[in-house]
């Protein structure tokens, strides 16, 4: 009779099971995973000519102030309507050939005044026009 306690035995970690259900796991990513190409769109952006930009003859500057005042071409319109400023467009517009219009809003002006000069820009027959805003160093820029 053999009295002695059985020695424990140390335990094993079979790794070969953890191995085949990584691999299993992998293959299953590899062939589930779909590669989509975006879609990109050519877009052909327009050179900046710093002598070109300097001669605009047919530019109207429409300047709106923070109370809802406007200004056509550094001249003050009489009224706030769309009526009076339709009438100051359509006088700016007698001498020039093909006039497009340059919108410049005071920051804390009001949408309905930006909106009139829009109105009234139709109204007058102007179809072509762009905001001006500024740039981070403070210089004014037009954004199309």
């Known amino acids: 009779m053999n009295f002695r306690k059985p020695r ?7 790794l070969i099971p953890f191995i085949d ?3 299993v796991i992998l293959i299953f990513l590899m062939l589930s995973t ?5 879609t990109e769109l050519s877009v052909t ?3 900046a000519n710093a002598e070109a930009s300097r001669d605009r003859p047919a530019e109207i500057i429409v300047a709106v102030a923070a109370d809802g005042r406007y200004t056509v071409d550094h001249q003050a319109v009489d009224g706030r309507n769309v009526d009076a400023l339709t009438t100051a467009l359509r006088t700016a517009t007698e001498s020039r050939k093909e006039p497009f219009l340059i919108i410049s809003a005071d920051a804390m002006s009001t949408h309905q005044a ?8 139709r109204r007058a027959g102007l179809s072509r026009m762009t905001f001006a805003a500024q740039t981070a ?5 037009e954004q199309q």
């Open 8 to 14: 424990p035995e140390d335990p094993e970690i079979n």
């Open 21 to 23: 259900v990584l691999l």
């Open 34 to 38: 779909t590669y989509s190409k975006f």
């Open 45 to 47: 952006l327009p050179s």
């Open 114 to 121: 930006v909106i009139n000069v829009m109105d009234a820009a």
């Open 137 to 141: 160093n403070g210089a004014a820029a």
